[in-house]
């Protein structure tokens, strides 16, 4: 399912590394909208989690998992999986604006969510989110799978954590990815139902630039969308950048955008600056424009001491969901904090409202 011409449903492996033993931790699925579930269940079992089953309300999407996990055995129903003592977490990838409220129902029933990013379309999600995680005490987390599931990413973090940059004073996001209107479904041009470009793929660069600078909160200084080529789609906006200014000073800027050309290599030439008091990283994610042969996982470091290039690709692995299966079991907060994820969701949320919609 790594197929780098479709961003959809691009889900990287990684080399196994359980962090319990078999059968310790069992998880299903709920909610099979978007191909990112593939990903976050290659990452899940990779790190020792067992599939017990999974369930989507389309037959046609209860089909498509089949073919991806033939071993796994599907559910009756969702309630036959949040009844189910030994699930201890729901993953899901369900229509955007269905994952707020299945995040409820699964944290309701006592058990852990994990879903495809964008977490929420609206504000009153995200309250309700929020008053559930506290009522209950479980986890509502995110698949921010452009830093989580990308070797690049997790590697910036650990050269940041060192201090390889000094004090990091600005990120800047860039996540051009390929429309291919025809694969997708009815709800990817329902703004209702997918958000908004900044809610649905922008939440991927708030979500980086909170994480690279280490802030807790910040605020949107200026965001805009547009739908500059798509009139056969009104509601799509194939357009979208914001600007943040954050509580410890350093500030954050993306554009994301459905302008890939179908000439390019993969789904999108997704980049990431970030710029240090002492030095610069760039990452390349996915490919070297030009060097299709060289693959993904590009980074490059500047500061007072070197300038240098790390090729990463299989080497840095995904650590995050080892942690994730961790936390889980031992009610920590090493993967990801709940505060982090709902800051992110609700700077995202912020800039997608207020955003300045732009002419053609």
């Given amino acids: 399912m790594a197929d780098k011409k479709d961003g959809m449903n691009y889900a990287p492996k990684g080399k196994p590394s359980p962090v319990v033993k078999p059968g310790e931790f069992v998880f299903s699925v709920i909610g099979v909208s978007h191909g990112h579930i593939y990903g976050m269940c290659n990452g899940l079992m990779e790190a020792g989690a067992v599939l017990k089953n999974y369930y989507d309300p389309n037959p046609d999407k209860m089909a498509d998992f089949a073919r991806i996990f033939p071993q796994v055995k599907p559910a009756s129903s969702e309630r036959e999986i949040l009844d189910d003592p030994e699930v201890k977490l729901v993953a899901g990838a369900d229509i955007p604006n269905l994952r707020g409220p299945l995040g409820l129902r699964v944290m309701e029933a006592g058990k852990d969510y994990f879903t495809d990013k964008g977490p929420f379309t609206t504000l009153q999600q995200l309250a309700d989110a929020k008053a559930m995680t506290a009522k209950t005490g479980k986890k509502y987390t995110c698949y921010f799978s452009e830093r989580l599931h990308v070797e690049t990413a997790v590697f910036a973090g650990e050269l940041v954590k060192e201090g390889a940059i000094g004090k990091v004073i600005q990120v800047i996001g860039m996540g051009p990815h390929r429309l291919n209107a025809p694969s997708r479904p009815d709800w990817f041009f329902k703004k209702e139902q997918y958000g908004g470009i900044i809610s649905d793929i922008g939440s991927h660069n708030v979500e980086q630039i909170l994480y690279y600078t280490g802030a807790k909160d910040g605020k949107v200084a200026h965001s805009q969308i547009a739908n500059y080529n798509n009139p056969k789609y009104p509601e799509l906006e194939d357009f979208g ?114 955003a300045l919609k732009l002419g053609v």
């Fill in 241 to 354: 950048s914001s600007e943040f200014v954050l509580d410890n000073g350093a500030t954050g800027y993306f554009r994301v955008d459905w302008f890939t050309p179908d000439g390019l290599q993969c789904w999108g030439d997704g980049r990431t600056f970030i710029i240090g008091t002492e030095g610069f990283i760039e990452q390349r994610k996915y490919m070297n424009i030009g060097q299709p042969a060289s693959g993904g996982g590009h980074l490059f470091l500047a500061n007072g001491k070197e300038e240098k290039y790390y090729h990463v690709e299989g080497k840095v692995g995904y650590p995050f969901f080892g942690q994730l299966i961790l936390d889980c079991l031992n009610r920590t907060e090493n993967a990801m904090t709940q505060e982090h994820i709902f800051k992110t969701a609700e700077l995202t949320l912020i800039a997608q409202r207020d």
